[in-house]
């Protein structure tokens, strides 16, 4: 039986509904309001064509829906099952607990930011942290900007503005986000000058790139991709003693931020801060958020002159980081200081874990959990990601998710849209959530979540 268009519902019927007025604290009421009126709307519309129009409930339940997908475009937690232990669309490296404690203690009231208690005047927000990276990388001196890409722009900027800076043509990288190292050089007002070839570059190609007008031989991390075979390289050393030898500063994009041996861990060596600054380099720059495990920011340490150059730079306001991040980083930092508790960072926590701990994790779950689909746990392979160590692949554990009726990438977006989301990989037929990536406090929302595809 048709409804006259005066008996929809009225607005106030929903917005003061528990389960939609939930939405108002999460969302906005504006947005929450905005989104009933643009339902009622269409129904309005529809009646008028003659249709029928829907009961209250089966309204209700179009704006839940549209009011939970509002929300899931909000910053949300999410459990990820990709295997990515640095996972660049997931925020990279999760804090350790004490990071977040020293960001939470600190960023709740006033801090000595920029004041010297001792003096009683105006102090650097850099000295805290700058000491912790004195020790940790053997460096003269650091600074910290708030990522990588802005430490680059700094060093380029304030060192060879209208001058030239020669790379070998195998590391003018791009990387995720379409950040591309040609670019950021022309940004910064330098003139690239490639050398070698893409696959090799020798000593000597760096000598012909030299002219009077060059400013610094810089080398930058190959990121997420690695040249095989024929290839020809200049080690660390050789091109710092070269650029020492010209009369200009060498400088290193090393990128994924290592500072203890990677090969620790079963993984291939990776160079490290201090062993770069080691070989001679005047300057290397890091992300805080790969390798290091602590929150996004541009680290660079090197020689004290250049570090304080680089802070008379008026670039430098547009770039630095605020008292939460370095609250985190320092945090951090002091986990590496006392290596007995590196593993409360929680990439090393994930790179420690036997595949017996995830199997016994993969049962319990699949044995604790009902649902119409089929749960079995299954061999894996992690990564690193993030740009980081990109051929490396660590065994893992997970648990493999099919239906006979459901597609994987059906299954896949039933568990994205949960509360919270689960992101699982697809392989062959069945949707994989590896372990690894899965932090045990996560285990019991996650059985839930794969418990609600009972219910689809």
Known sequence: METPQRDIPPVHRFTTDPAVAAYDALIGRANVRSRIQAILEE????????????????????????????????????????????????????????????????????????????????????????????????????LVVN????????VLDTFAHGREVVVSRGQLIEIGGGFRLPDVLRKSGA??????????????????????????????????????????????????????E???????????????????????????????????????????????????????????DLVETM?????????????????????????????????????????????TELRERA????DATRAAVHLEPCDTEATTGGGTLPLARIPSVGIAVSAATHKPDQIAERLRKHVPPVVGRVEETALVIDLRTVLPKEDRALAHALGSLSSE
């Open 43 to 142: 129904a309005r519309t529809s009646a008028g064509s003659g249709n029928r129009i829907p009961t209250f409930e089966a309204l209700r339940s179009a704006m839940l829906a549209q009011l939970a997908a509002s929300q899931l475009s909000d910053l949300v937690s999410v459990i990820n099952g990709t295997g990515v232990l640095l996972h660049t669309n997931f925020g990279r490296a999760p804090l350790a607990a004490s990071a977040l404690a020293n960001a939470s203690e600190l960023g709740a009231g006033y801090t000595n930011l920029e004041y010297d208690l001792e003096q009683g005047k105006r102090g650097s927000r850099y000295e805290r942290v700058g000491m912790q990276l004195r020790e940790l990388s053997g460096a003269q001196a650091a």
């Open 147 to 154: 990522n990588c890409a802005a430490a680059i722009l700094l």
């Open 191 to 244: 003139k690239l000058v490639e050398v070698g070839s893409t696959n090799k570059t020798y000593p000597h190609d760096y000598r012909n790139g030299w002219s009077a007008a060059t400013a610094m031989f810089m080398r930058s991390h190959p990121s997420n991709y690695r040249i095989e075979g024929f290839t020809a390289d200049v080690d660390s050393k050789t091109v710092a003693a070269l650029a020492n």
């Open 246 to 304: 010209m009369g200009v500063i060498s400088f290193e994009d090393l990128g994924s931020g290592a500072f203890v041996n990677f090969e620790d861990f079963g993984l291939p060596h990776e160079p490290t801060v201090a062993e770069e600054i080691a070989a001679g380099f005047d300057l290397v720059a890091v992300s805080g958020d790969k390798l290091l495990g602590g929150p996004q920011c541009g680290i660079i340490c090197g020689n004290a």
């Open 311 to 355: 802070k008379r730079n008026p670039l430098l306001r547009a770039l630095r980081v605020d008292k939460l991040t370095l609250a985190a980083l320092s945090a951090t930092l002091r986990l590496y200081l006392e290596p007995n508790r590196l593993h409360e960072i929680p990439l090393f926590a994930m790179l420690q874990t036997s595949t």
């Open 363 to 366: 049962v319990a779950l699949c």
